[in-house]
């Protein structure tokens, strides 16, 4: 009887709580919307993968060690947690300590889990090495430069104004997260409502460095509310065309002003990347792969 019973409480569906209920259920429908009804499947496919695999129970692959430690509820090793950071040996007191803690007293702790036995999941040790470190951005970003043609852009440069209009959607954003914080419905931090406005440029890799530098703690919430509205745009998007445009209009094929020269597609990375960084040099590290992966595209490199 007691093996059955262990055997019972080892099974996931055991300890499945609502909020994973429903994040799985969240999950096969993005499943669902990538694979059935083709939008954005590069997106969403991965992001709806990723969340059945965070969410099935007990199986901790989103924890990192001390987080798997935290969940076991074991009353020895939360006294030695508790007892380095100073506060009472409950899970709710030791995660206020260790939001407060340093990030060299967080990794002290980590450390200190590890040595009594846990160890991070597959998912958080992918989000340590590729998103924590800054590097998956960048690297996508490269890739982003690869696949984008300058062309259009270059014959016509006022369509460079189009572009610009993303920077309201910027301020927008960080000014309606600091509004909600103003009216104490949500509390947000001036760093968290700038790392929550990238988002309102339509740039998930940005929005994703950003909230890496300005706000980690709330990097998974921002990465997903980034890819999950831009994938979902093929969705947005066609009844607002329609209703601010006429069928004639739509019918209209935009053709390329001129040809452009292929020294000029291949000057266009160098120079922007020239001018952007030499003004703000914050800026280099994406623009400076966005650049490269553009010059490789039209250098046939």
């Not at 569906?13 to 083709?38: E, P, T």
């Not at 209009?249 to 001018?275: D, G, H």
Request: charged share 10%; glycine share 10%.
């Amino acid at each position: 009887m007691e093996s059955l019973n262990a055997l019972l409480q080892g099974m996931g569906l055991m300890h499945l709580g609502a909020g994973q209920a429903i994040m799985l259920l969240v999950s096969l429908l993005l499943l669902w919307l990538a694979i059935a009804k083709k939008f954005e499947p590069l997106l969403l496919l991965p992001i709806g993968f990723g969340g059945l695999l965070s969410n099935i129970p007990e199986a901790g692959m989103a924890l990192t060690a001390l987080e798997s430690l935290l969940a076991h509820h074991d009353a020895g090793q939360l006294a030695v947690i508790a007892a380095k950071l100073n506060c009472a040996p409950d899970v709710h007191a030791i995660k206020e300590a260790l939001a407060l803690a340093l990030p060299s007293v967080q990794s002290q702790m980590e450390n200190l889990a590890v040595d009594m036995g846990y160890t991070p999941g597959v998912l958080a040790l992918f989000y340590k090495v590729a998103i924590g470190s800054g590097v998956a951005p960048l690297v996508i970003f490269m890739g982003v430069g690869a696949m984008t043609d300058f062309g259009p852009l270059l014959a016509n440069p006022r369509t460079l104004l189009l572009g610009a209009a993303a920077q309201f959607g910027i301020f927008a954003t960080v000014l309606g997260a600091l509004t909600l914080n103003y009216f104490g419905l949500i509390s947000f931090t001036l760093p968290q409502a700038a790392a929550i406005g990238i988002i309102g440029g339509a740039d998930g890799p940005t929005a994703i460095y950003l909230s890496g530098k300005l706000a980690p703690e709330l990097l998974g919430a921002i990465a997903v509310a980034a890819y999950s509205y831009m994938a979902l745009v093929p969705l947005i998007q066609p009844p607002i065309m329609r209703a601010l445009t006429s069928e004639k209009e739509r019918k209209i094929r935009m053709v390329q002003l001129r040809t452009v020269s292929k020294r000029e597609k291949i000057l266009f990375p160098v120079v922007l990347l020239l001018l952007v960084a030499l003004l703000l040099p914050d800026a280099a590290p994406l623009l400076g792969m966005f650049c490269f992966g553009n010059l490789m595209r039209e250098s046939g490199v």
